[in-house]
């Protein structure tokens, strides 16, 4: 059964034994006895990034059914696994569901379980309860469903999945080992709250061109430029790679000091600013997406549509009417976000507490979005 179809009856039931497994899983398996525990092989495996044979060993596997990933540590064996907010197991710890709850209310329950059984608990980088002496962290992701057209649909609640290591990475949960390099984890900045959402009154107004900019950002624009049209606000966080380390395949079209801006986060203006190296034309970083932020963004419509701090369902609702008025093309990303015809302008949501808001990505043409 597909996730986004799997409702909370046709979960499998799972009970969290701390620091020695969740369900028929236990910490030290080898990949084969996961993929006999779960009666499937994985769908997806990952290794560890680099060159090197040691950096190229197994990281992890991803499990459709039942909803999961396993993380692996030296061996291989298994170290972690994270069990998906959306169609995947509902897991107990005690007499405290953490897994497809209102966050709110599955961090409360967790704490409260800590404090009686004299366990420190404390707040990860999602704003959610974890306890290092259980190895338990609670995760938190955008609810799914069915629409009554039949396909998958983002709802406007977040529910919480969980992470579950063993001793070796309990103390440190979502940076150690491969986990800390799950894709996507890092990219949005750490937020633990408070959720707060601007009035629409207190935000400015930006126009969009479709495949040209947004607001007083311009594709093609330097990250100097960016900061200087953003009326000189300095990111308050940025991100970039060398992009020639020694030992890569590309070590002789560079120096190995040489750094390039990918991402930068500017929190007045509510946008983060992407950037690709345009290394043809000696331009170094140039602007090529622009995303803005749902809770603390600038408002931004499209063909009359806002896009921004609303309701993510209803945002999306307004834009299939408008492509099914038109005969437009729907486009969705990997992620679930969509967009009208060709624009390479989409509408996402982001967490605002138990709940979520619409907020959107403004892309060059040739971008490859995958949410």
Known sequence: MAWWNREQGDRQRWVLDPLVGVGPLRFGMDPQQVQDALGEKGDSVRFQGGWSAEANRMAGERYDEPGLTAFYGPGPRLAAVAISAVGGPLVRLGEVELVARAPSEASADLRRLALEERAEARVNRYG???????????DVAQEWGLAPEGHPQRRDTMITGLLATGPEWAEDLWNAGPVGDRPGLH????????????????RPRWYCT???GVGPLRFGMS??????ALDGEVPAESRGHHPFPVGSPWEDQGT????????????????????SYASQAGRGSALVRVSVHGRSGPLVSLYGIELIGRKPSAVEADIIRYIQDRGLDLRMGCG???????????ARAERA???????????????????
Do not use: N
């Open 223 to 228: 990250p100097q430029q960016v900061s200087a």
């Open 256 to 275: 190995p000091e040489e750094w390039h801006v990918s991402k930068e986060y500017y929190a007045r203006a509510g946008v983060s600013a992407h950037y």
């Open 128 to 138: 959610e309860a974890e306890v290092p002496d259980w190895g338990v962290s609670l």
């Open 187 to 202: 990219e949005e900045p750490a937020d633990a709250g408070p959720w707060l959402v601007a009035d629409a009154e207190d």
């Open 336 to 346: 679930g976000d969509i967009g009208p015809g060709d624009s390479q302008v989409w």
């Open 210 to 212: 479709p495949l040209e």
């Open 353 to 371: 507490g138990d709940t979520s808001v619409s907020a959107a990505c403004f892309c060059i043409e040739d971008f490859e979005y995958h949410g």
